[in-house]
Nanobody
């Protein structure tokens, strides 16, 4: 079984920074893409940023230039560095791993439990 464990959320003032981490555990051979989604109250879940195993990244327009996604393939960990945070970035942030190959099964998608980021003065 594959699990994603997130950390790093919390309360930050506008203009501040936070770094989210997400570590995948289990008998993992490979993970194609890892990334972050977010869901604000009353809104649908949306892609924030993703990175594939080759390092190619994809960002939502609303976070380009402020957020940076990175990963450590050896540790099966993905990070999201968030700078110049705005109140509209307030949401629950979910880690996602796509096309996860393990010793026994192949998972199309795995989700973390979510971590709350609140941007407020």
């Amino acid at each position: 079984q594959v699990q994603l464990v997130e950390s790093g959320g919390g309360l930050v003032q506008p203009g501040g920074s936070l770094r989210l981490s997400c570590a995948a555990s289990g008998s993992i051979f490979s993970i194609n893409a890892m990334g972050w989604y977010r869901q604000a109250r009353g809104n649908q879940r949306e892609l924030v940023a993703a990175i594939n195993s080759g390092g190619t990244t994809n960002y939502a327009d609303s976070v380009k230039g402020r957020f940076t996604v990175s990963r450590d393939n050896a540790k099966n960990t993905v990070y999201l560095q968030m700078n110049s945070l705005k109140p509209e970035d307030t949401a629950v942030y979910y880690c996602n791993a796509a096309d996860v190959v393990t010793g026994g099964l192949r998972y199309l998608e795995v989700w973390g439990q979510g971590t709350l980021v609140t941007v407020s003065s």
